[in-house]
């Protein structure tokens, strides 16, 4: 089993920046696509950003290019998020989620950690 633990979220002005980790144990996240989900209010689970396992491809979804980056330290097993210049509009519940590269079924998601952004 592998065990996520999100942290870093809290309550910020408008302009203002959050920086989210997600520690894993229990396995090596070397070999796993990594990413971090969000879910408002009423609103879908959307991904935000993503970064590839054996290749260095990366994603981020429009509402957040030029303000998030994800970024990964294999030697501390742990993924981060940098968020600045928050908008009241990126408030939500943040999910860490990574999945193996080929045993796809191999899919472990954190418990979450709210950001709230004030406007």
């Known amino acids: 089993q592998l065990h996520l633990v999100e942290s870093g979220g809290g309550l910020v002005q408008s302009g203002g920046s959050l920086r989210l980790s997600c520690v894993a144990s229990?396995?090596?996240?070397?070999?796993?696509?990594v990413g971090w989900f969000r879910q408002a209010p009423g609103k879908e689970r959307e991904g935000v950003a993503f970064k590839g396992g054996f290749d260095n491809s990366e994603y981020y979804t429009d509402s957040v290019k030029d303000r998030f980056t994800i970024s990964r330290d294999n030697a501390k097993n742990t993924v981060s998020l940098q968020m600045n210049n928050l908008k009241p509009e990126d408030t939500a519940v943040y999910y860490c989620n990574v999945r193996h590269s080929i045993v796809h079924a191999r899919d472990y998601w954190g418990h979450g950690t709210q950001v709230t952004v004030s406007s």
């Open positions: 229990g396995k090596s996240l070397r070999h796993y696509v």
